[in-house]
């Protein structure tokens, strides 16, 4: 993976940053149903980091975060990643329940963040398969409230099985002038990404062989 | 003045009392620390992955796997003096933070087995551990007195 992943050209950067783009603005749209709102986006970034940023993309390792993973099964395996921090959480629960919760923890608030989770990497999903012509589905969410160090070590330690980087596509959301802070990322399995790249027309130069250095 | 030094995912770190070591958000990683009480010298690597093998060794980052790290720890803590034969070790960390079951939920499982069986086999005695369970650590060891401290978001704290 982490082959597959630095030997990519800043036109392929670009292609999966607009790959991001789309599929945020489908789950930006889905979310302002949901909550009868306006959501608004932040433009996308297309990030390659290392094993050891992951755990601190949310602003310290000791951070409560609400993360939700899901599998990406079909023609591009993979995994879809939500992280939200517990501000947000309050934010969205608050709109989604119609209260303000007292706490995040319970079964109630878990069950709705997983929901607005699920709604969100859904629409993520459709729009790389309307992109790419794959069908794609998605497994049922995993939902953690834990530190956020826990949680991205946890799954970057399973990506380390491939390499020693990783790939993520982010976003936040804004509702009015609140912002919920929150990010998005794909990672993509080794070939997922070449197979993506390949079906929306930004094919690799050379040919990548996904066994080549584990 | 004593300090604490943090040991990041793949590090692994050496010091003496009074200073402290830690590592923050553990989840399905292992904080290992080997420990000479007599001379108060440990160290801790914050583990990753059980084995360097099968996932192209990276020898600049012994600390991220349980087999090159603790091999490392070991000789790194000989050279700053400690005895070969006073090490001990408490292990904390080996969380299933994500409830379905794939292989992601069993990285801390299989990290917790491999630094165990390592252990027992090059005689380094276990002498506590918090491992297993679904929620995040945060440790701190101190090297005067030897106690691991462990926190969590759901269970609070303790000391092994």
């Known amino acids: 993976m982490s082959d597959q992943i630095s030997r990519l050209t800043p036109f392929q950067i670009d292609a999966l940053r607009e790959v991001g783009n ?20 932040e433009v996308p970034g297309a990030r390659i980091l ?21 599998r990406m099964l079909g023609e591009a395996p993979g995994k ?11 934010r969205l629960l608050t709109l989604a329940l119609g209260y303000e919760p007292q706490e995040i923890s319970g079964e109630m608030e878990q069950s709705a963040l997983q929901e607005i989770a699920n709604i969100l990497s859904g629409s993520f999903l459709n729009s790389i398969n309307k992109m790419t012509g794959f069908n794609c589905v998605q497994s049922l969410p995993s939902f953690v409230l834990d530190m956020a160090g826990a949680v991205l070590g946890s799954i970057a330690a399973h990506e380390g099985q491939f390499g020693d980087q990783a790939l993520f596509l982010e976003t936040s959301f804004y509702e009015g002038d609140n912002k919920i802070f929150s990010k998005f990322f794909l990672i993509p399995e080794p070939g997922s990404l070449e197979k993506i790249l390949g079906a929306i027309g930004a094919e690799t130069d050379e040919q990548i062989d996904p066994g080549a250095n584990g | 003045m004593s300090r604490l030094i943090l040991v990041r995912m793949g590090e692994l770190k050496i010091s003496e009392s ?26 801790l690597a914050h583990i990753i992955l059980p084995e360097a ?27 700053a003096g400690a005895e070969r034969n006073q090490l001990w070790a408490k292990i904390a960390g080996g969380a299933h933070m994500f409830s ?24 380094v005695p276990l002498k506590g551990m918090d491992c297993g369970g679904k929620s995040g650590r945060t440790i701190k060891f101190c090297l005067e007195s030897g106690e691991l401290k462990i926190k969590t978001f759901h269970k609070g704290e303790k000391i092994v």
């Open chain 2, 18 to 43: 009074p200073d402290f070591l830690g590592c923050t958000g553990l989840g399905s990683c292992i904080g290992l620390v080997i420990y000479d009480s007599q001379k108060k010298i440990g160290g």
């Open chain 1, 50 to 70: 290392s094993l050891e940023e992951i755990p601190e993309i949310m602003g310290g390792e000791e951070r409560l975060v609400g993360c939700v993973l899901l």
């Open chain 2, 100 to 123: 379905f079951d794939t292989d992601i939920g069993r990285i801390g499982e299989r990290n917790t087995e491999k630094v165990r069986e390592i252990l027992k086999e090059i005689k």
């Open chain 1, 80 to 90: 879809i990643v939500y992280l939200v921090d517990e501000k947000s959480m309050y």
């Open chain 2, 53 to 79: 093998g099968r996932n192209g060794n990276s020898p600049d980052k012994p600390g991220k796997y349980a087999d090159t790290a603790i091999p490392k720890l070991i000789e790194d803590l000989c050279k």
């Open chain 1, 22 to 41: 789309i599929g945020a603005g489908n789950s930006a749209t889905a979310l302002a149903q949901f909550l009868e709102r306006e959501i608004k986006m």
